[in-house]
Nanobody
Framework: EVRLVESGGGTVQAGGSLRLSCEVSGFTTDDYAIGWFRRAPGKEREGVSC????????YYADSVKDHFAISNDNARNTVYLQMVALRPEDTAVYYCALVLLDHAVVKWNDANEWRYWGQGSQVTVSS
């Protein structure tokens, strides 16, 4: 069974930090990428960042590239999203997602490209 399990959300004050984790299980291939998306109240889902398991290719949305960092721990099949200097506008439900790289991914921040999804983790940043 394919599973993406997220953890690490919570409530922090503006300027604080959180680290989200996404643990992947149930795959027999390591040729995939993990992405993070978020949905803020009243807004569309937004691609935040992604990383390929092989080679560690990384992309960020412009809105987070200065204060979020994505990383792989392949030994633990876990991807982390380190978030620092958090702002109230970072408040959202954060989802991790997985896409198999057996085909070309045209647009990494298009949620329709991603096949498997975690359950979501709430991040709330108070001002």
């Amino acid at each position: 069974e394919v599973r993406l399990v997220e953890s690490g959300g919570g409530t922090v004050q503006a300027g604080g930090s959180l680290r989200l984790s996404c643990e992947v299980s149930g795959f027999t291939t390591d040729d995939y990428a993990i992405g993070w998306f978020r949905r803020a109240p009243g807004k569309e889902r937004e691609g935040v960042s992604c990383i390929s398991r092989r080679g560690g290719r990384i992309y960020y949305a412009d809105s987070v590239k200065d204060h979020f960092a994505i990383s792989n721990d392949n030994a633990r099949n876990t991807v982390y999203l380190q978030m620092v200097a958090l702002r109230p506008e970072d408040t959202a439900v954060y989802y991790c997602a997985l896409v198999l790289l057996d085909h070309a991914v045209v647009k990494w921040n298009d949620a329709n490209e991603w096949r498997y999804w975690g359950q979501g983790s709430q991040v709330t940043v108070s001002s």
